[in-house]
Nanobody, 123 residues
Framework: QARFEESGGGMGQSGGSLTLSCRVS????????MGWYRQRPGHQRELVAV???????NYVDSVKGRFTISRDNDKNSVYLQMNSLKSEDTAVYYC?????????????????WGEGTPVTVSS
């Protein structure tokens, strides 16, 4: 089972940027898809960004063009660069392993969830 330590959240302004980090342990990190999920107030957790074991990425429409997922296999870490923040990006953000047949917007992660890192965007 993987373990996740998310960090980098906090307060952001509308139109601003934040970068989230997730350190992963307990698995052979470099062979798996990795994903960033978020749970907005009053909503289910949703998968918003995925990166495969290389550099191929995929995003839910609501963040496409604004968020960038990346990974550093030497550091067992995955990152989420969030630009042009909107108030609707306010959420707790988590990383996890999506399945190989993942569904963007879905809430499935292969491992136990970490604590997440909260992001609050003010207008």
């Amino acid at each position: 089972q993987a373990r996740f330590e998310e960090s980098g959240g906090g307060m952001g302004q509308s139109g601003g940027s934040l970068t989230l980090s997730c350190r992963v342990s307990g698995i052979l990190f470099n062979i798996y898809h990795m994903g960033w999920y978020r749970q907005r107030p009053g909503h289910q957790r949703e998968l918003v960004a995925v990166i495969n074991s290389g550099i191929k990425t995929n995003y839910v429409d609501s963040v496409k063009g604004r968020f960038t997922i990346s990974r550093d296999n030497d550091k067992n870490s995955v990152y989420l660069q969030m630009n042009s923040l909107k108030s609707e990006d306010t959420a707790v953000y988590y990383c996890n392993r999506p399945s190989s047949e993942y569904r963007l917007g879905g809430d499935y992660g292969m491992d136990r969830w970490g604590e997440g890192t909260p992001v609050t965007v003010s207008s």
